[in-house]
């Protein structure tokens, strides 16, 4: 059975930082790019980040460049996304997900996904 589970969200203060955490079991981990979306209430899901297969490659949208840092740990079939200098702007229900691509930003290009963890910035 696929799972994907994010935790780590909660309530902060804009400026301060929050390590989103996605667990994933299933399927083989090594083959899958993953990535992080987020969506604001009533506004569409939106991509975050993306990091690649085994070489880690990373990829971010430029509203989180510079303040968001994704990583993953292979052996734990975990990937992290570690979130500075938050602004109310980034509060949302963020998602982890999975995809065969290395670099996938769409909706469509993912197969698996978490049911979602909210962050909340306070200004």
């Known amino acids: 059975e696929v799972q994907v589970v994010e935790s780590g969200g909660g309530l902060v203060q804009a400026g301060g930082s929050l390590r989103l955490s996605c667990a994933v079991s299933?399927?083989?981990?090594?083959?899958?790019?993953i990535g992080w979306f987020r969506q604001a209430p009533g506004k569409e899901r939106k991509w975050v980040s993306c990091?690649?297969?085994?070489?880690?490659?990373?990829v971010y949208t430029d509203p989180v460049k510079g303040r968001f840092t994704i990583y993953r740990d292979n052996a734990k079939n975990m990937v992290y996304l570690q979130m500075n200098s938050l602004k109310p702007e980034d509060a949302a229900v963020y998602y982890c997900?999975?995809?065969?691509?290395?670099?996938?930003?769409?909706?469509?290009?993912?197969?698996?996904w978490g049911q979602g963890t909210q962050v909340t910035v306070s200004s």
């Open positions: 299933g399927f083989t981990f090594d083959d899958y790019g």
């Open positions: 990091i690649g297969k085994k070489d880690g490659i990373t």
């Open positions: 997900a999975a995809s065969i691509f290395p670099d996938a930003t769409t909706v469509g290009e993912y197969d698996y």
